[in-house]
């Protein structure tokens, strides 16, 4: 079976410009995360996935930032008005039922920068 | 609220020799610990992790933690390391039971172990 896979691998783009980040999870597995990782920041947490709904958005930096999810599958992040700080390489995730004792399988990353 | 501090940023050692990578976390609850690796343009990959039971964890790659809970600590080992092993070496931990109950992990600043001949 294929593992988690993200497109693009790169992007760069024009600060105010809005970008679309696209996560396959590991087919069956409902729970999702959305992480990001930056030079300052380190690993963090934005947005966990059960099916289709969020029950948990607290790492979402500001508005400009949304995600969803389709079909219990695909998950798009979205990032309006992007700024240089969203720099960094975006992380998804999936794991089988969102449990905490559960492992999370990590695609390979979006890398955004933002000039 | 819980945090993850890995108190090497950098941790230098040659092939065959053995490492320890450290990891203390903060919480006033219970707490699930991971161990990831991050190799170099891939995403991370589980080592190990503890849930329960024996505080010694074996993982993958010759690779084994040990769960101190007065300590607050889940250092990680490798009696031997090879060049293969140089990457970025993340600590985690999920809370239970947590405000959400979510399973995200929170991570720590990552440790880059770099192996030389």
């Known amino acids: 079976g294929a593992g988690v896979s993200q497109s693009p691998s790169n992007k760069v783009t024009e600060k105010g410009k809005d970008v679309e980040l696209r996560c396959d999870p590991i087919?069956?597995?409902?729970?999702l995360y959305w992480y990001r990782q930056s030079l300052g920041q380190g690993l963090e947490f934005l947005i966990y996935f059960q099916g289709n709904s969020a029950p948990d958005k607290s790492g979402l930096p500001s508005d400009r930032f949304s995600a969803e999810r389709t079909g219990g599958s695909v998950s798009t992040l979205t990032i309006q008005r992007t700024q240089q700080e969203d720099s960094a390489v975006y992380l998804c995730?999936?794991?089988?039922?969102?449990?905490?004792?559960?492992?999370?399988?990590f695609g390979p990353g979006t890398r955004l920068l933002v000039l | 609220a819980q945090s993850v501090t890995q108190l090497d940023s950098q941790v230098p050692v040659f092939e065959e020799a053995p490492v320890e990578l450290r990891c203390n976390y903060s919480s006033s609850v219970s707490v699930y610990l991971f161990w990831y690796v991050q190799y170099p343009n891939q995403g991370l990959q589980l080592l190990l992790k503890y849930l329960s039971g024996s505080t010694l964890v074996k993982g993958i790659n010759g690779f084994e933690a040990e769960f101190n809970k007065s300590q607050t600590s889940f250092h990680l080992r490798k009696p031997s390391v090879h060049i293969s092993d140089t990457a970025e070496y993340f600590c985690a931990v999920s809370e239970f039971p947590g405000t959400s109950n979510t399973g995200k992990l929170i991570f720590g600043q990552g440790t880059t172990l770099q192996v030389k001949p």
């Open positions: 087919s069956g597995h409902t729970a």
């Open positions: 995730a999936s794991s089988l039922g969102g449990r905490l004792q559960e492992t999370q399988y």
